[in-house]
């Protein structure tokens, strides 16, 4: 048995291999190559360029800990940014609080969009139909840039930074968002697995350091982003914000009456305790 | 060095008319896709076990590439265009390698985004580039063997000393960036294979070092290219020229696995140049004839690649006259052959360049605003001989 196998092209001495059990969509586009296609573990997933961008399974993992962690650790976001997501996963967490009133979201290719909709209906469950969502379709680091809105959360839900997401690893795209943050607002960012690019953490952390008040990482671990824990980014003026009791982030947890199959307060809390080599890059 | 000219009956001109005539257009270079398999399959039994990565740059083409990747072949590329070539014929990137020893940060970038993940170096500088991407890439060596025999001689601009190779896998292991093997490059058109057995048993020696010193091993041997193309009209006997690489590569630890990068010998025999005299004026007591292709074009690789293709002209006539054949342009180096005894040729007879498929296109310039020859294919399927 042989069949159409796809091999991830992150590393050279090491990949992970997934049946394909039917292609659903494939193109090249510009410089990307975009394919979906089904497999018996991970329902439908998705790569770009030879990485894994998502797959249905286990897609909540990463979008719960890139939503909820900010979401409940600001006593009471109200306007929130998104850039990046054209597929809806965050979007669609974000929705989840009512109590946010406004959600800007800038993906820069209307038809990562479109195709995410027909693929992957199931991360946005209907939230770009949502009336608090402003959909803009551009670059996020040139409208972080250029906007004059003032955000209480900032998600930047990008690819690797070898890869179309580069402007968003940058010092100038965190200096954008930490000036487009209200007072006491927080930014987070997809940064990579801490194992495999140790780089990443300590480049993040040497970008963010003369931006932000406070930066850290916290953890999650996501199947199919493989080789150990994925790190996210966590920035913000105020220190107190990623130390804040279990019971007090459990109150807000309660009083949202959110449903969750990853995140809890006690991961909330525990995510931003790291290993010591993650924290060994840190340090730089 | 001059060019072989055939003088063959005028009948024999026919199919090639009947090409330009079909396509509406010359200069021609007709790609024989069925030469292509027949040279990819013949390289294939004379090194068995051996990955063969075509060298794109010889014929960067989409119809070859397609072809070879059939074939089963993987790819050897250098820019970041040739990345792009290879992601439009949608070929694994995982079966492809990076083999330019000095590059921009770009290049590695837009290598790793196609999916690329093993790139040749040869110096420190270029070692400490992957520093940011050491998980990600691994890296040949390249060893510089210099070759006099060569026509070509590529360890020249190229590679590192032998000498050379347990310190720089030394720097490496300190940076923590991943060395899994050597190559090298010989050089083109040497006339025996020598210099490759010389260079792999270097490189084997150096693999056994490196197991022995304890360091982590070198599991893959990369034996460039240099495989030859007749330009006589002949045809290389490709399983003797290899058979002392066999013997050679049959002393690697059994755990190195090798690749071999030819350019030259799958693409310069399934390339034919087809031009037609544009005007002609006696000169002198010579016959200067001025074809519609010429050095700034398809016969560029008469000067950049230091070869003279075998010609055929047509003709019935037993007279003969000294004879010129020039290219287009109005610069007087833009001369194909001279110093030729041809009979007469009129306007909109053919000259047809055999072997033309390496370093011919790819090198062919704008020059002057006359337009490149454009490619033909033939025997584009495989089936297409029996199906009719």
Not at chain 1, 42 to 50: C, E, I, K, P, T
Request: with cysteine; proline share 5%; aromatic share 10%.
């Amino acid at each position: 048995m042989t069949g159409r196998k796809f091999d991830e092209t992150l590393y050279d001495a090491w990949c992970q291999q997934f049946r394909v059990d039917e292609v659903l969509f494939e193109v090249k586009t510009g410089h990307q190559q975009l394919v979906i296609f089904r497999n018996g573990l991970f329902g439908r997933v998705m790569a770009l360029d030879g990485i894994i961008q998502t797959t249905e399974a286990d897609e909540f993992i990463y979008h719960e800990m890139l939503t909820h962690v900010p979401l409940f650790a600001h006593p009471a976001p109200r306007k929130v940014l998104i850039v990046g997501g054209g597929d809806g996963g965050i979007l669609r967490e974000v929705c989840r609080h009512t109590a946010v009133e406004s959600i800007t979201m800038v993906e820069i290719d209307q038809a990562v969009v479109e195709m995410a909709k027909e693929y992957f209906p199931n991360h946005s469950a209907g939230a770009f139909d949502d009336p608090r969502l402003n959909l803009v379709i551009d670059d996020g680091a040139a409208f972080v840039a250029n906007t004059a809105e003032k955000f209480d959360v900032i998600i930047s839900d990008s690819t690797d930074p070898i890869g179309p997401g580069e402007a968003l690893f940058t010092k100038d795209f965190y200096t954008a968002c930490h000036d487009c943050l209200n007072p006491g607002g927080i930014m987070v960012a997809q940064n990579g697995v801490a194992f495999m690019q140790p780089d990443e953490v300590s480049t993040t952390a040497a970008r963010m350091a003369p931006v932000f008040a406070d930066y850290h990482f916290y953890q999650v671990a996501v199947p199919t982003y493989v080789g150990g824990v994925m790190t996210l980014a966590w920035a913000s003026d105020d220190a107190t914000l990623r130390q804040q009791a279990r019971e007090v982030i459990a109150a807000r947890y309660a009083a949202s009456g959110i449903k969750t199959r990853y995140y809890n307060p006690g991961m909330h809390v525990g995510a931003f305790n790291l290993p010591q080599y993650i924290l060994d890059s840190l340090a730089g | 060095m001059t060019n072989l000219v055939k003088v063959s009956p005028a009948a024999d001109a026919e199919r090639y008319r009947t090409l330009i005539r079909e396509s509406g257009y010359s200069p021609l270079l007709l790609l024989d896709c069925e030469r292509l398999r027949f040279q990819y399959r013949s390289l294939a039994a004379a090194l068995p076990g051996v990955e063969l990565f075509y060298a794109i740059k010889s014929l960067p083409n989409l119809d070859v590439l397609r072809v070879l990747a059939e074939e089963g072949a993987g790819f050897d590329m250098a820019t970041s265009a040739e990345a792009e070539m290879l992601r439009e014929v949608a070929v694994s990137p995982r079966r492809t390698i990076h083999t330019h020893p000095i590059k921009r940060p770009r290049d590695i970038i837009d290598a790793l985004r196609y999916g690329c993940t093993t790139f040749v170096v040869d110096n420190p500088d270029e070692i400490a580039k992957f520093l940011p991407y050491r998980s990600r890439a691994s890296l040949l060596l390249r060893v510089s063997f210099r070759s006099p025999s060569a026509k070509v001689d590529l360890s020249r601009k190229f590679g590192c000393a032998p000498g050379e190779v347990p310190a720089l896998l030394a720097e490496a292991d300190r940076l923590g960036i991943q060395v899994k093997g050597l190559s090298f490059h010989v050089g083109s058109q040497s006339g025996d294979s020598a210099q490759h057995v010389k260079a792999i048993e270097t490189c084997n020696q150096l693999i056994r070092e490196r197991r022995a010193s304890g360091g982590a091993p070198l599991s893959l041997l990369d034996i460039g290219g240099g495989f030859p193309a007749s330009y006589t009209l002949g045809e290389v006997d490709i399983d003797a020229y290899c058979a002392p690489i066999r013997a050679a590569l049959a002393q690697l630890p059994d755990s190195v696995s090798v690749l071999a990068e030819p350019g030259r010998f799958l693409s310069a025999p399934s390339m034919t140049g087809v031009c037609t005299v544009m005007g002609r004026a006696l000169r002198d007591g010579r016959y200067w004839y001025y074809f519609d292709d010429g050095v700034y074009g398809s016969y560029s690789g008469q000067m950049f690649d230091h070869t003279h293709y075998p010609l055929e002209v047509f003709s019935d006539s037993a007279e003969r006259i000294p004879s010129v054949l020039s290219g287009p342009t109005c610069d007087s180096i833009d001369v194909i052959a001279e110093d030729l005894s041809l009979p007469e040729l009129q306007i909109g007879d053919l000259l047809v360049g055999h072997c033309m498929g390496a370093y011919t296109a790819a090198t062919a310039t704008d020059f002057n605003g006359f337009p490149r020859a454009r490619i033909v294919v033939v025997n584009q399927h495989q089936d297409a001989a029996l199906t009719g």
